[in-house]
């Protein structure tokens, strides 16, 4: 059997500019990376209509079986090309932390890829460098403000602004910056972020164009002074530079799936520490370009989809058609309480325990959102018909079909089931509806999203979290949406609560202002917005021979 990456690179590419063909676009509204990627240039099409329909693909809460979310959304845009509808895919850039990481790349699998697949996991376009330097640009600009006197009388206990590298580098997490005496800065604790996490990657993400941009990264608070007044970006004169060095990063990228349908692959936000959506500007790209366009929101429905509606809809002025909620048998039997090793055996009693995982997810979509929705089984060889049967009868008792997608093992055809219920549904009238209201109180939304999406009892406020929620509402930031940093393993704020957990409530540790990307950030748990690395990490299995190829990435 041949691995993702040896599929990959037998792949047959057609040259950039053909793939702008399809999207309608001339070759001079194409900046070529190459002769397989480009980014796009937006001025020729910013003021045409969206018309197309916009397809979200989520998921059950991961788990070690993997579910294979963005392999069938590969497989879905390519399976709606082949119905001849004109398709556009648009995802998230994967990070390098992951990709050396525990998780691996994230350019779909098997048949259902984007392509090029080694380019797009390592740098791709550069992007996530611009980002990180942007960064470190703002948090370097910040001590030297304080070096050359601290005119704004900046509290360096006080300072929120972490510096960034995209990787995975648990050692970075807390330091201590300005040592070796008075010419070396002013001694203080610091840390590292993942580039994902910076507040520039959701600034990036969340901007319509160029000057929205720079009006938001003016915006982003980076410290406290002594009398408690929060200290900005542009205090610092800094949005200008910070946009000079993102101003090709905020331009679409351009690629294609291995069946040639157009995606637009741009921004890599975590849906765990962050909005964990692509950009606003490709998702409206594809809006303009093409019938259908299909995006995934990351990890499951409980973080990815709540954030893409109540976050990414909000800003954006778009609502999804149509939901595909994917899920594996073999994931759902890990709900169940079944071990990763045991996974290939039927076990009806299993499932039957896992299951509510994934009918909580269905329920919050349909009545939470009121968006018609589809299950997607991510087909496995070890799954059994009496298995299939029985998530196909408890969808179904909910109003919700089933489309078995075999998209890894062929491509689009595999697919064209899940591609025909939802065009279908895409045609069906819904009651769209966001979460909470944004005017509510800080506390009555983060208690409408832990009972609503988790169905928890409710949110407990640290001391620390309360006198935070207080100050920012006080300064003027208790309208903005939140955006909940947990864990994606479980509904809860404990990893190891699997399935559909009652009767817990959700702990926020911290409460803290993204001004510029316009949310609010509740940190819950134990989460960290610096992963490390696993025992074994994917890194271990990376190589490239004395040609240049590359093997063991997936």
Partial sequence: MKTDIE??????????????????????????????????????????????????????????????????SVGLADALSHLGKKTVLCLREPSLGPVFGVKGGAAGGGYAQVVPMEDINLHFTGDFHAIGAANNLLAALLDNHIQQGNALNIDVRRIVWKRVMDMNDRELRNIICGLGGKPNGVPREDGFDITVASEIMAVLCLSTDLADMKQRLAKMVVAYTYDDKPVTAHDLHAEGAMTALLKDAIKPNLVQTLEHTPALIHGGPFANIAHGCNSISATQTGLRLGEYVVTEAGFGADLGAEKFIDIKCRAGGFAPSAVVI????????????????????????????GLPNLLQ???????????????????????????????????????????????????????????????????????????YDVDDTIEAKLNAIATRIYHADGVVLTAGAKKQMKQLTELGYGNLPICMAKTQYSFSDEAKLLGAPRGFKITVRNLKVSAGAGFLVALTGDIMTMPGLPKVPSADKIDVDDEGRISGLF
């Fill in 7 to 72: 599929i990959a690179q037998e792949a047959s590419m057609l040259p950039i500019g053909q793939i702008a063909e399809k999207l309608g676009m001339k070759e001079s509204e194409i900046e070529p990376y190459g002769h397989t990627k480009a980014k796009l240039d937006l001025r020729a099409i910013k003021d045409m209509p969206c018309k197309g329909k916009l397809v979200l693909v989520t998921a059950i809460n991961p788990t070690p079986a993997g579910e294979g979310k963005t392999t069938t």
């Fill in 326 to 353: 994917v899920a594996t048998v073999r994931a759902l039997k890990h709900h169940g309480g079944v071990a990763k090793a045991d996974l290939g055996i039927e076990n009806l009693d299993a499932l039957e325990k």
């Fill in 361 to 435: 997810h269905v329920e919050n979509v349909t009545t939470v959102f009121g968006l018609p929705c589809v299950v997607a089984i991510n087909a496995f060889p070890t799954d059994t018909a009496t298995e299939l049967n029985l998530v196909e009868e408890k969808c179904r008792a909910m109003g919700v079909n089933v489309a078995l997608s075999e998209v890894w093992a062929k491509g689009g055809k595999g697919g064209v089931a899940l591609a025909e219920e939802v065009i279908r549904l895409c045609e069906q009238p819904n009651e769209f509806a966001y979460c």
